[in-house]
């Protein structure tokens, strides 16, 4: 069972980047498709992106789309989610989630483990 640590979560003005990462334990991490979420406050998990295992398929929300680059490192066992225009409507806890399959899903439903999540706060 892989398990996931986020990091790279902060304050940051609109308009500006974050670059976040979760690093993942296990030895098959380019079995799992991995996925970033993220939840404001009173309101439902939504996907934000997520990536193939081999890293060759990806899929963005259309809310962040062409500011927002999922990427990963099999080597290194690590997803990343680069952010930039960064603007208030992204303030949310963004959660890394891992698949038992290569292929992406845009569901929550579909992602068996998750992280603990990290905040980003973006001020006007």
């Known amino acids: 069972q892989v398990q996931l640590a986020e990091s790279g979560g902060g304050l940051v003005q609109a308009g500006g980047s974050l670059r976040l990462s979760c690093a993942a334990s296990?030895?098959?991490?380019?079995?799992?498709?991995m996925g970033w979420f993220r939840q404001a406050p009173g309101k439902e998990r939504e996907i934000v992106a997520s990536?193939?295992?081999?890293?060759?398929?990806?899929y963005y929300a259309d809310s962040v789309k062409g500011r927002v680059t999922i990427s990963r490192e099999n080597a290194k066992n690590t997803v990343y989610l680069q952010m930039n225009s960064l603007k208030p409507e992204d303030t949310a806890v963004y959660y890394c989630?891992?698949?038992?399959?290569?292929?992406?899903?845009?569901?929550?439903?579909?992602?068996?483990?998750w992280g603990q999540g990290t905040q980003v706060t973006v001020s006007s």
């Open positions: 990536i193939s295992g081999s890293g060759l398929s990806t």
């Open positions: 296990g030895r098959t991490f380019s079995n799992n498709a």
């Open positions: 989630a891992a698949r038992q399959t290569r292929f992406t899903a845009s569901a929550s439903r579909d992602y068996g483990t």
